[in-house]
């Protein structure tokens, strides 16, 4: 283990020094442990590279606010270990890390495996509400239903000890890096990326995996050009915990064979060679599989004046950034001909030009809004702020602070609705689910 600059991650090596490196990468909530029944095996033939996500496992404190992010660090901790060309797997969010590896940086990856991934990992709007329980009650609830998440209920009743090893490594983490890490995760869709992947690819899922199961698997091996399907029966998300005998055999013969050649260096560039055929991996190969729909373009969008920029899609981000993606789903979904061009106006004026301006942070802007909310009595749009604040980062007591200083300047009965409407806001979206 090492001791890690703020752009750097926790690491450690098993294995021969001379040969090849095979990095795993961890899922979100764990450490680099989850991995240990694996390294016996794998290291008769690699040098195995494993490492901790930001706040994970006793690793500094360093939130990584984007799957890119994280991916860099990885990245300039192999750079200052002189690690060039390497295997890749990752499950869950470390699988994340390996599609954006061979999205951005193919030349250094000899071979690819994704354990319980997925393309894009539920919805923005789950993550981002996982971050708001974490930020008002802490890891704990997140950390009691890990085990429900993680393994069959026939595993986690027979091995209480890997189930209590779940909930505590939950625990120790830092609560800030999680929240983070979600925001990665809802921000992460390479759905339409997914034809670029030129690495040979294995997709391992559990058949009972209800987190990212084997229809997100099959989406990944339609839109992989190069991939095959793994399917463990009787595994659930955490697949290399709960059947690390079938996992570690699986990585084990995609490794062996499907690993392209190390390239070659001349002055300083990397020269790849030519794809070859290379053999299936045995347990698997997919059934055919319909082409993924084509996700439907927004509604054309008039033209702006001559020179001056269209804020548009910067608008529609940030609205669904802040507001939720079911929220702004429901809005557009009753937009008509007579009230299209109004929600364009919120679009472009409100989000793309005045919520994305530079010169005050989203925690602020939530702040400035509903205290001009309670002065203009708007309280259902009070309610559809309070969520985004709670989004934004606000917490439960500083939304109260804002609007006990509201109730002084804007008077005692609209703080008094004001109040009545966040409560229950507040109890909806910070109530740990059952």
């Not at 294995?15 to 029944?37: C, F, K, N, Q």
């Not at 192999?78 to 599609?99: D, K, N, S």
């Not at 495996?113 to 509400?129: K, N």
């Not at 793994?230 to 062996?256: I, W």
Request: proline share 9%; hydrophobic share 45%; charged share 20%.
């Amino acid at each position: 283990m090492s001791e890690t600059p703020p752009n750097t991650l926790q690491y450690r090596f098993d294995g021969p020094e001379e040969a090849p490196v095979l990095i795993l990468g961890p899922s979100l909530g764990t450490t680099w442990h989850m991995w240990d029944r694996q390294i016996p095996e794998l290291t008769k033939q690699w040098r195995v590279f494993r490492f901790d996500l930001p706040g994970h496992g006793g690793a500094l404190a360093h939130p990584a606010a984007s799957v890119t992010d994280l991916t860099a660090r990885l990245l300039a901790t192999l750079e200052g270990l002189g690690v060039h060309r390497f295997g890749y797997a990752g499950c869950a969010l470390g699988g994340a890390v390996g599609i954006e590896l061979a999205l951005r940086h193919p030349e250094r990856l000899a071979s690819l495996a994704l354990i319980a991934a997925s393309p894009r990992f539920g919805t923005a709007d789950e993550f981002r509400q996982r971050g708001v329980i974490v930020r008002t009650n802490g890891l704990d609830p997140i950390a009691r239903s890990a085990p429900e998440r993680w393994f069959t209920g026939g595993f986690a009743a027979a091995q209480p000890a890997i189930t209590e090893w779940a909930v505590q490594m939950v625990r120790t983490t830092d609560p800030g890096c999680y929240i983070a890490a979600c925001e990665a995760l809802a921000s992460f869709d390479v759905r339409a990326g997914l034809g670029s992947v030129g690495v040979p690819t294995l997709v391992l899922v559990g058949s009972e995996d209800q987190v990212t199961g084997p229809a997100e698997a099959r989406t990944l091996v339609a839109g992989i050009p190069d991939a095959r399907l793994a399917v463990v029966p009787g595994a659930s998300h955490l697949v290399p915990v709960e059947q690390p005998a079938a996992v570690t055999d699986l990585l084990v013969r995609h490794f062996s064979t499907a690993w392209q050649p190390l390239p070659e260096y001349a002055t300083g560039h990397v020269v790849l060679p030519a794809a070859a055929p290379r053999p299936p991996v045995t347990p698997a190969a997919a059934p055919p599989q319909p082409a993924p729909v084509a996700e439907i373009a927004p509604a054309a969008v008039p033209p702006q004046a001559q020179g001056v920029p269209d804020t548009y899609d910067s608008g529609i981000k940030v609205r669904r950034e802040v507001l939720g993606d079911a929220h702004v789903d429901r809005i557009l979904e009753q937009t008509d001909a007579f009230t299209e061009d109004f929600q364009e106006l919120v679009t472009r004026y409100a989000w793309g030009e005045v919520w994305n301006r530079p010169g005050l942070d989203r925690r602020t802007r939530s702040c400035v809004t509903l205290t001009a909310l309670v002065a203009g009595g708007h309280l259902d749009e009070l309610a559809v702020h309070t969520r985004a604040a709670l989004r934004n980062g606000l917490t439960p007591d500083e939304i109260k602070e804002v609007l006990l200083q509201a109730a002084v300047y804007c008077g005692v009965p609209a703080a008094s609705g004001a109040f009545r409407v966040a409560q229950q806001v507040i109890r909806e979206e910070t109530t740990p689910p059952e």
